[in-house]
């Protein structure tokens, strides 16, 4: 926001903050116009899928709310951060997100204090698992009435049974990568309690089931070559992508159920053999190769979408640490995100490769600015190092008043 408030004609620094930090203004309306836009500008339609996935902030300190040493998928490793669900609607080769959730930590929970402190609702104070929010972001899209034809998941939400099976009786489509070491039958397993053959012990009470069942892994290994199809998928900077698929109608459970769930498993693999992913796709049973290909493949734009939302609009760039200052902050950059998506859109016809980064340079360019000459740039630069001398001396008061002298020091200073 400080640099915002140095170039942006008319902008002043403690209004933009006072707008992300502590203004009282919904994040639920702002979805709903970007849901508007969305569809109004085609990006949202049967064709379109609701992509899901996370993404890690990394911070300093323990103030800024549900920060806490866990996975940063951005970085690969465990670091100190916080970490957002993000749903974005894609549909070709254009994405922007539409709904952000911060995820809140047990160990958040436990501290009531420690959430006051950080501006956390009352009714926000309460564990809910990356999944759960996975769920509820999917709810909240199609009650807002987006449209979209499939939602998409990562194997962190594909590995949830649970998840895929309340999408799947209400209704939706999904197309969830699985670990390699999902089990599957090419029969119905037909789950069911064994009888009792011993009177002594306890009698059997779990569900076993009457097929043999293996990995997606080992069925993969078990294919033989001439059974992959290669899939033309779209054009791409280096020529056509192409990549080559396995698709099989398989049985599936999750140890609870009495009854074993149908569906598409659908395998990708990379045309140099080094990379393999494994789908579950609820999709129906007449659902040819290519559009479950398509399906798999839109969901690498959700990854696209973060890149341009970090590089473009800022999306890490924060130093607020409440819980409304971080929804309101992303809440600005899924709106640039969608103005951008909505200008590529616009010009497809005339500059089909158009980017983001394009667009902001002619936004930078055309925007009034407040540097108009050399003395506005350096009265900036002045008024930059004032604030931050007076942040320095601020910080060396707070810290001679918690490192008070004792009547001893004093007395040996003497």
Same mark, same amino acid.
């Given at each position: 926001?400080?640099? +915002?408030?140095?170039?942006?004609?008319?902008?002043?620094?403690?209004?933009?903050?006072?707008?992300?930090?502590?203004?009282?203004?919904?994040?639920?309306? %702002?979805?709903?116009?970007?849901? !508007?836009?969305?569809?109004?500008?085609?990006? #949202?339609?049967?064709? =379109?899928?609701?992509?899901?996935?996370?993404?890690?902030?990394?911070?300093?300190?323990?103030?800024?709310?549900?920060?806490?040493?866990?996975?940063?998928?951005?970085?690969?490793?465990?670091? @100190?951060?916080?970490?957002?669900?993000?749903?974005?609607? !894609?549909?070709?080769?254009?994405?922007?997100?539409?709904?952000?959730?911060? $995820?809140?930590?047990?160990?958040? %929970?436990?501290?009531?204090?420690?959430?006051?402190?950080? #501006?956390?609702?009352?009714?926000?104070?309460?564990?809910?698992?990356?999944?759960?929010?996975?769920?509820?972001?999917?709810?909240?899209?199609?009650?807002? #009435?987006?449209?979209?034809?499939?939602?998409?998941? /990562?194997?962190?939400?594909?590995?949830?049974?649970?998840?895929?099976?309340?999408?799947?009786?209400?209704?939706?489509?999904?197309?969830?990568?699985?670990?390699?070491?999902?089990?599957?039958?090419?029969?119905?397993?037909? *789950?069911?309690?064994?009888?009792?053959?011993?009177?002594?012990?306890?009698?059997?009470?779990?569900?076993?089931?009457?097929?043999? #069942?293996?990995?997606?892994?080992?069925?993969?290994?078990?294919? *033989?070559?001439?059974?992959?199809r290669r899939v033309l998928l779209r054009p791409g900077e280096k020529g056509q992508l192409m990549a080559?698929?396995?698709?099989?109608? %398989? $049985?599936?459970?999750?140890?609870?159920?009495?009854?074993?769930?149908?569906?598409?498993?659908?395998?990708?693999?990379?045309?140099?053999?080094?990379?393999?992913? $494994?789908?579950?796709? @609820?999709?129906?049973?007449?659902?040819?190769?290519?559009?479950?290909?398509?399906?798999? =493949?839109?969901?690498?734009?959700?990854?696209?979408?973060?890149?341009?939302?970090?590089?473009?609009?800022?999306?890490?760039?924060?130093?607020?640490?409440?819980? /409304?200052?971080?929804?309101?902050?992303?809440? +600005?950059?899924?709106?640039?995100?969608?103005?951008?998506?909505?200008?590529?859109?616009?010009?497809?016809?005339?500059?089909?490769?158009?980017?983001?980064?394009?667009?902001?340079?002619?936004?930078?360019?055309?925007?009034?600015?407040?540097?108009?000459?050399? $003395?506005?740039?350096?009265?900036?630069?002045?008024?930059?190092?004032?604030?931050?001398?007076?942040?320095?001396?601020?910080?060396?008061?707070?810290?001679?008043?918690?490192?008070?002298?004792?009547?001893?020091?004093? @007395?040996?200073?003497?």
């Amino acid at each position: 926001m400080e640099k +915002m408030s140095e170039v942006v004609a008319e902008s002043d620094y403690h209004q933009l903050h006072h707008m992300i930090s502590d203004a009282e203004w919904e994040c639920a309306q %702002v979805r709903m116009e970007l849901v !508007a836009d969305a569809n109004g500008h085609r990006l #949202g339609s049967a064709q =379109s899928g609701l992509l899901i996935d996370g993404s890690g902030f990394s911070k300093k300190g323990e103030k800024s709310a549900g920060v806490q040493r866990q996975w940063n998928g951005r970085h690969g490793k465990v670091d @100190n951060c916080q970490v957002g669900l993000f749903g974005a609607i !894609a549909k070709g080769d254009i994405a922007a997100l539409v709904d952000a959730r911060l $995820y809140l930590p047990e160990s958040w %929970v436990a501290d009531a204090k420690r959430c006051d402190e950080a #501006g956390i609702p009352k009714d926000c104070q309460v564990h809910r698992s990356k999944g759960e929010l996975a769920l509820d972001i999917v709810r909240t899209a199609r009650k807002d #009435g987006l449209s979209f034809g499939f939602v998409g998941f /990562d194997g962190e939400f594909g590995q949830l049974p649970w998840l895929l099976r309340i999408l799947a009786d209400e209704g939706e489509t999904f197309m969830a990568d699985v670990h390699c070491s999902q089990i599957i039958y090419s029969e119905d397993p037909c *789950p069911h309690v064994p009888d009792r053959k011993n009177p002594r012990g306890r009698a059997p009470s779990c569900l076993v089931s009457q097929v043999e #069942g293996e990995t997606v892994a080992a069925w993969c290994a078990r294919q *033989p070559d001439g059974a992959w199809r290669r899939v033309l998928l779209r054009p791409g900077e280096k020529g056509q992508l192409m990549a080559e698929f396995l698709c099989a109608r %398989v $049985y599936v459970r999750d140890g609870i159920e009495a009854r074993a769930r149908r569906w598409h498993l659908l395998i990708r693999r990379e045309l140099d053999g080094t990379k393999v992913k $494994y789908c579950l796709c @609820n999709a129906a049973a007449d659902v040819g190769l290519h559009e479950l290909a398509r399906m798999q =493949s839109l969901r690498f734009f959700v990854e696209q979408a973060f890149k341009e939302a970090k590089s473009a609009c800022g999306m890490a760039e924060y130093q607020c640490r409440k819980w /409304d200052g971080w929804h309101h902050h992303m809440a +600005m950059v899924m709106i640039a995100t969608m103005f951008l998506a909505k200008e590529r859109l616009a010009l497809r016809d005339t500059a089909q490769l158009l980017s983001c980064e394009d667009v902001v340079q002619m936004i930078k360019h055309r925007l009034p600015t407040k540097i108009i000459d050399d $003395y506005t740039l350096v009265s900036q630069i002045v008024l930059r190092h004032q604030r931050r001398d007076a942040a320095k001396q601020s910080a060396y008061r707070r810290k001679r008043r918690m490192l008070a002298p004792t009547e001893f020091e004093i @007395n040996v200073s003497k």
